[in-house]
T-cell receptor, first 111, second 113 residues
Framework: DADVTQTPRNRITKTGKRIMLECSQTKGHDRMYWYRQDPGLGLRLIYYSFDVKDINKGEISDGYSVSRQAQAKFSLSLESAIPNQTALYFC??????????FGQGTRLTVV | AQSVTQLGSHVSVSEGALVLLRCNYSSSVPPYLFWYVQYPNQGLQLLLKYTSAATLVKGINGFEAEFKKSETSFHLTKPSAHMSDAAEYFCAVFNFGNEKLTFGTGTRLTIIP
């Protein structure tokens, strides 16, 4: 089983719909992250959480919200999806001062 | 604030040739640096990392990178390219201030048969 699991892997949704992307990890790490990948822009941080009670905005948090349901679970929501949120989304987890471990990604298309 | 710049969004090399992917960083303190690889339709996988020990770091699949403080560089190399090396490669720097990873914009490596 993968260390970091994202669901769904692919999703097409309509403009204005609410959508949730889910992430769970079995690494036992406290830290979890949501990134967005766009061609030519690399990975940009949306939200991050250093423990269940600590959630922080990243560089592109507008239009997104998150929930840290447990140490192992971190979900990302788009309250009202818009086409420019079409992207590849990655969840990651890490220990302090160590490398991040990534999920397989969720390809989201907003039409 | 820490940042990384990857020179060349696309690099093509012939099979068997040297692979050189460039990464320059900006950091006010000695950094932790990482190279990740992303194969098509997959997540990012760690290739190697520098955490202030040896300046020449060896990673998986025959890749290595050398930390050069004087040049603020952490270039990724492989002596002989293989078709399976075709992927996108990301350099990243760990920001000790806010404890986050900052990624470069990536370099797509194409291997020519």
């Amino acid at each position: 089983d993968a260390d970091v699991t994202q669901t769904p892997r692919n999703r097409i949704t309509k403009t204005g719909k609410r959508i949730m992307l889910e992430c769970s990890q079995t690494k036992g790490h406290d830290r979890m992250y949501w990134y967005r990948q766009d061609p030519g822009l690399g990975l940009r941080l949306i939200y991050y959480s250093f423990d269940v009670k600590d959630i922080n905005k990243g560089e592109i948090s507008d239009g997104y919200s998150v929930s840290r349901q447990a140490q192992a679970k971190f979900s990302l929501s788009l309250e009202s999806a818009i086409p420019n949120q079409t992207a590849l989304y990655f969840c990651a987890t890490s220990d302090r001062y160590s490398e991040a471990f990534f999920g397989q990604g969720t390809r989201l298309t907003v039409v | 604030a820490q940042s990384v710049t990857q020179l060349g969004s696309h690099v093509s090399v012939s099979e068997g040739a040297l692979v050189l992917l460039r990464c320059n960083y900006s950091s006010s303190v000695p950094p932790y640096l990482f190279w990740y690889v992303q194969y098509p339709n997959q997540g990012l996988q760690l290739l190697l990392k520098y955490t202030s020990a040896a300046t020449l770091v060896k990673g998986i699949n025959g890749f290595e990178a050398e930390f050069k403080k004087s040049e603020t560089s952490f270039h990724l190399t492989k002596p002989s390219a293989h078709m399976s090396d075709a992927a996108e490669y990301f350099c990243a720097v760990f920001n000790f201030g806010n404890e986050k990873l900052t990624f470069g914009t990536g370099t797509r490596l194409t291997i020519i048969p």
